[in-house]
């Protein structure tokens, strides 16, 4: 078998603590994604999701461990990895059209003026940013329509592996559907990979090949990884009528409620640090017992589950 | 009446000049009599219409002759209020950018670099407070040119403040932004000219406009020193003369001057001005 396209081997990341105890954020965490994957991490708030992602980034580097990206050690930034910040960091004296004609300059540097131009506008378009609301500086957008501005940035420079840190999180349900369908849209017509940060579980099931389970912080790990099977294209609509989705969805609603702390709490010191080690692959979709939404819930360890976890409506875990 | 703020400062403003000036004018004593005179006052020239604060209305007078032959040059101590602004200027404007493009670049290096910020800290620290007029015999001395001592001053006076804030301004540049620019594979002068330099404009151009106006204050004092030409040489040769109208009319217009400045400086301000 190849190699995979990103190989992530054994990261930990460690903050000294100049008094006390090193804060270790993560430890050992270690997962495989493949060419043309599209791949969600859930997980806690503070479990560490950015720091991987500016490590696969290659703009923070990690205590230990490596990432390698087209048989290429990742060693610094690149534009064949595109990122869409947490926080979008837009540069704000810059008009909205301005931001995407900095990347698209940055990648195609022998581009006419007008050639970009074009470019930038198709992006901008993309995302439903347009007559007028492009030539406006960031700070006179909403939060959604920065957003916006940073998904076309990164979109637009097409680069092979697309790391998206929440990127719909400041959107109305509307606008995320249909930048959801964009993504899904740009992703199936090229050979791009996708990693993509969430906390939505149902925007997880819908758009992921696969879902990294984190536990909680510190030492944090990557427990779990989720094979969502659904067959595409998928709808948000027609999705919930899948036999396995319900299933998908209670034991990841599952996994964020109970397991990621208990599984936080016993941490597996037998095996040692020396053999790194890949999550497990899980499909929920296909376990034994019953089906219909309510008999989704796996292998957890409590039995009696409670209520909430397995009514139908969005649960997102950003309460 | 209802009218708008700064039509209510406006006309505020009109009530205190007209008040002030008319204070002034009432103010102004007679020519006095001999026999009144104090010592100082005999020293000072007596009687002489020119030994005493002259009213408003006599600057006035003096501001229109000056200001409707502002360039003629009658020998080396008669010459046009314009002339002497426009040495000054010139003075202030050569020791500024020569200032400007060493402090720029240096406080660039200096914000960019925690090892260059340690290492010329304690350089920064001394020599700031020193006053730039204590530079001159130095300067003399080593230029040996009393025009090119006063562009010196002028240098070593706006140095600081634009060294620092630029230092200041580029050591605070967001990191997200700077991330935008690593991870769209920018060289160090694509990010430092797309990137830094406009993120740290504003703190950077204030502290150009710092030094323009700390320049402005010194050249008048380092004229005043050196002689020869320049506005502060005017002031002091009318003291001289004991032309007090007419230095009261310098005054005014080293003020004006100095707005001026600090007004197009404020423009720029406000073109690089940016909302986070
Ligand atoms: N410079 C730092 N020094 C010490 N600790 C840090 C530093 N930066 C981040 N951390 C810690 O690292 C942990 C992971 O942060 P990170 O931003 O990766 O979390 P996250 O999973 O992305 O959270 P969220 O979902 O809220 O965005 C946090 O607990 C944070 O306190
Ligand atoms: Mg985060």
Redesign the pocket.
Known sequence: MNNPFLQIDALT?R?P?PGGED?T??EEVSFDINKGEFVCII????????????VLAGLDTATSGAVTMDGKEVVGPSLDRGVVF?NYSLLPWRSALKNVTFGVRARHPDWSKEQILEHSYKYLEMVGLSGGAEHRKPSQLSGGMRQRVSIARAFAIQPKLLLL??PFGALDALTRGTIQDELIRIWSGSEQTVFM?T?DVDEAILLADRILL?TN??Y?RVAESVVIDIPRPRNRAEIIHDPGYYKIRNHLVEFLALRSKALAEERPDDDGPMKPRRPATVRPAHSAEGEGPEDGLGEGPGEDRPAPLVEPERMSL?Q | MVSSLPARALFLSAVILVVTLGIWELSTPAVKAAGEMTEYEMLMGGADQEARVPPPSQVLERAWEELSNPFYDNGPNDKGIGIQVGYSLFRVLTGYFLAAMIAIPIGFLIGMSPLMYRALDPFIQVLRPISPLAWMPLALFIIKDSEASSIFVIFICSIWPMLINTAFGVAGVRKDWVNVARTHELGSLRTALTVILPAAAPTIVTGMRISIGIAWLVIVAAEMLVGGTGVGYYVWNEWNNLDLTSVIFSILVIGVVGMLLDAAFAQVQRAVRYQE
């Open positions: 990341k903050y603590s804060l954020v993560f997980g806690h708030s503070g479990c560490g999701k950015s720091t991987i992602m500016n947490q840190d929440e940060i906390h984190m912080g510190p944090a950003v």
